[in-house]
């Protein structure tokens, strides 16, 4: 509950400045082994153009509450608003791209027609599909690749067509889980570096669910630490980086949340305030100060 | 290590090889030897009964083909169509469950007697319903199996962009079990011809290859007899090969490089070729 209550800048209407607004929500599974509290209480707004982290140990509940704003889950209690709809219409209206863990493309399409598969499903007519397929690959750097399958692509490569393909409808929002958690650290942040670019040239907020804390630091605003059994909101870290002041909480918008996030370099792994960062980040993930310094270099 | 283009020749030059050995010896049996050409007759007389009676085996493999195709089709489809209700409602799996089981372990061709007297001495039908149980059993399973192949980030995603069930099917369900699919209708293909022809053993119209088999073998026209069963593994061969055909036609393009992905090549594959060959050994018996 810190940076997002500053967005209402003077004159815009506060509503559709709020991509995804969590109030109270609880999330119990019924399990053989009984009922299991995935999530309790869980209060979270995410502004529109903001880029959000969840992290935390696993079974903190992270991903279940990006499922839950996908509306690929129900939450038992509280409720949950994207742009101010339910999650059910907002996925109906298509207000959201969702990339997974796994890239899971088709593997009997070629990339173009993976990318272009919201779009078909949509009824996008094939002039302006395959217009748009040739610029989002474009973007994520595949444009050779287009009319190969997915098991002639690496890991990486499946990674980024899946990119490709959630910004196919030009969403305002992006929910990602553990996208990059099956590559190598350097394909890793090289995407991280693209995504960082591509959610600024697109203006969308993004709820990116995450167990690296270096990865939370470089790419968010705002990082949401959470803590297990039951899944709660640990503590909400507003990312102060150098040359990009205080994140959103500046003035806010698409075109100033670019203008934070395009500082993010790979000189920025470099920076002190990255390392005091992670060091904010790991502290609030133990609940506790743990050693500055060295200890911070080594969290990746 | 031998370059690929030399281990293509060989696999194709390796077995006719052996086949030609067998049929030396075969001969050599019989005109040297002096094995009675009368129960074993040797390669050349059957070639003489086949150009001799060439007309009517032709017309008896397009009979017992017809039957074969009939019911390939009809059991293919019903077996399409069941497996999607089945994999859609639980319940249909379950009431269905038990009923396959019985088919897959009855020898549907036990049922030929009691088909050609529901449908009288003059029809097909038996046959050819023969026929479509014997195709339905495989093409019912590999569906099902491959209905089920979807894993669980495609569906997510295909909630995720609220595709219509219609949807749903089409690019995703169908696609995946498509394999599946075409692999039971290559184990089927070999099944409905074994089945079209073995049903003929038990009477109804003469004129198919079965009939005439069993007809030659009783006036103790052997090298006739052989000549038919060679006409057999023909068809056999042909609907084996066509379906083979289909699915590489429709498969293609799947990635053309490795076919690493475990899903894309069904293991019941390797089951249905080593059915295919044990049941043919039963036909030229």
């Given at each position: 509950m810190s940076a997002p209550e500053t967005t209402a800048a003077p004159g815009t209407i506060t509503e559709p400045a709020i991509a995804v607004r969590v109030s109270s929500v609880d999330k119990v599974f019924e399990t053989q082994g009984g009922r299991v509290h995935a999530l309790e209480g869980i209060d979270l707004s995410v502004a529109a153009g903001e880029f959000v982290s969840l992290i935390g140990p696993s079974g903190c509940g992270k991903s279940t509450l990006m499922r839950l704003i996908a509306d690929l889950d129900a939450p038992t209690s509280g409720s949950i608003a994207v742009f101010g709809k339910t999650p059910t219409r907002a996925r109906l209206d298509q207000e959201y791209g969702i990339a997974f863990q796994q890239a899971g493309l088709l593997p009997w399409r070629t990339v173009a027609a993976n990318v272009a598969l919201p779009l078909e499903l949509h009824g996008v007519g094939q002039a302006a599909r395959r217009a748009k397929v040739d610029e989002l690959l474009d973007m994520v750097g595949l444009a050779e690749f287009a009319e190969r399958y997915p098991d002639q692509l690496s890991g990486g490569m499946q990674q980024r067509v899946a990119i490709a393909r959630s910004l196919a409808e030009q969403p305002r929002l992006l929910l990602m889980d553990e996208p990059f958690g099956a590559l190598d650290e350097m394909t890793r942040e090289k995407m991280q570096a693209d995504l960082v670019r591509i959610a600024g040239e697109t203006g969308a907020a993004v709820v990116f669910v995450t167990h690296s804390i270096p990865e939370a630091v470089f790419l968010s605003d705002r990082v949401v630490v959470m803590s297990p059994r039951p899944g709660r909101i640990r503590e909400i870290v507003p990312m102060r980086l150098a040359g990009a002041a205080a994140g959103p909480a500046d003035g806010v918008g698409a075109v100033e949340g670019a203008a934070t996030r395009a500082a993010r370099t790979e000189g920025l792994r470099e920076d002190r305030s990255f390392f005091e960062m992670v060091t904010a980040v790991r502290e609030a993930l133990h609940g506790a100060p743990v050693a500055t310094g060295a200890r911070g270099v080594e969290t990746r | 290590?031998?370059?690929?283009?030399?281990?293509?020749?060989?696999?194709?030059?390796?077995?006719?090889?052996?086949?030609?050995?067998?049929?030396?010896?075969?001969?050599?049996?019989?005109?040297?030897?002096?094995?009675?050409?009368?129960?074993?007759?040797?390669?050349?007389?059957?070639?003489?009964?086949?150009?001799?009676?060439?007309?009517?085996?032709?017309?008896?493999?397009?009979?017992?083909?017809?039957?074969?195709?009939?019911?390939?089709?009809?059991?293919?489809?019903?077996?399409?169509?069941?497996?999607?209700?089945?994999?859609?409602?639980?319940?249909?799996?379950?009431?269905?469950?038990?009923?396959?089981?019985?088919?897959?372990?009855?020898?549907?061709?036990?049922?030929?007697?009691?088909?050609?007297?529901?449908?009288?001495?003059?029809?097909?039908?038996?046959?050819?319903?023969?026929?479509?149980?014997?195709?339905?059993?495989?093409?019912?399973?590999?569906?099902?199996?491959?209905?089920?192949?979807?894993?669980?980030?495609?569906?997510?995603?295909?909630?995720?962009?609220?595709?219509?069930?219609?949807?749903?099917?089409?690019?995703?369900?169908?696609?995946?079990?498509?394999?599946?699919?075409?692999?039971?209708?290559?184990?089927?293909?070999?099944?409905?011809?074994?089945?079209?022809?073995?049903?003929?053993?038990?009477?109804?119209?003469?004129?198919?290859?079965?009939?005439?088999?069993?007809?030659?073998?009783?006036?103790?026209?052997?090298?006739?007899?052989?000549?038919?069963?060679?006409?057999?593994?023909?068809?056999?061969?042909?609907?084996?090969?066509?379906?083979?055909?289909?699915?590489?036609?429709?498969?293609?393009?799947?990635?053309?490089?490795?076919?690493?992905?475990?899903?894309?090549?069904?293991?019941?594959?390797?089951?249905?070729?080593?059915?295919?060959?044990?049941?043919s050994t039963t036909v030229s018996h």
């Open positions: - | 290590m031998m370059s690929p283009r030399t281990e293509t020749t060989l696999r194709i030059v390796a077995p006719l090889a052996v086949g030609l050995i067998v049929l030396g010896a075969w001969q050599f049996l019989v005109s040297v030897v002096g094995v009675s050409d009368y129960l074993l007759p040797s390669p050349a007389s059957i070639v003489d009964a086949l150009i001799a009676s060439w007309d009517s085996i032709v017309q008896a493999t397009i009979i017992t083909g017809t039957n074969a195709l009939i019911g390939l089709v009809v059991g293919s489809l019903l077996g399409i169509a069941l497996a999607a209700l089945a994999a859609r409602w639980r319940a249909v799996d379950r009431m269905s469950a038990p009923v396959i089981a019985a088919l897959a372990v009855v020898p549907i061709v036990a049922l030929a007697p009691v088909l050609n007297s529901m449908f009288g001495a003059d029809s097909q039908f038996g046959r050819q319903a023969i026929a479509a149980l014997a195709s339905f059993v495989p093409v019912f399973l590999n569906t099902l199996r491959g209905f089920r192949q979807t894993t669980p980030v495609h569906r997510e995603l295909m909630r995720a962009y609220a595709a219509t069930p219609g949807q749903v099917l089409r690019s995703l369900t169908l696609p995946t079990a498509r394999p599946f699919i075409l692999t039971g209708i290559r184990i089927a293909s070999s099944l409905a011809v074994i089945s079209a022809l073995v049903a003929e053993y038990f009477g109804g119209p003469r004129g198919g290859l079965g009939s005439l088999i069993s007809t030659s073998a009783a006036s103790s026209a052997y090298a006739r007899a052989w000549a038919y069963v060679v006409a057999s593994i023909a068809l056999g061969l042909l609907f084996y090969l066509a379906t083979l055909a289909l699915e590489r036609l429709v498969l293609r393009g799947r990635g053309s490089g490795d076919r690493t992905s475990g899903a894309r090549t069904p293991g019941t594959r390797t089951t249905g070729t080593s059915t295919v060959s044990t049941t």
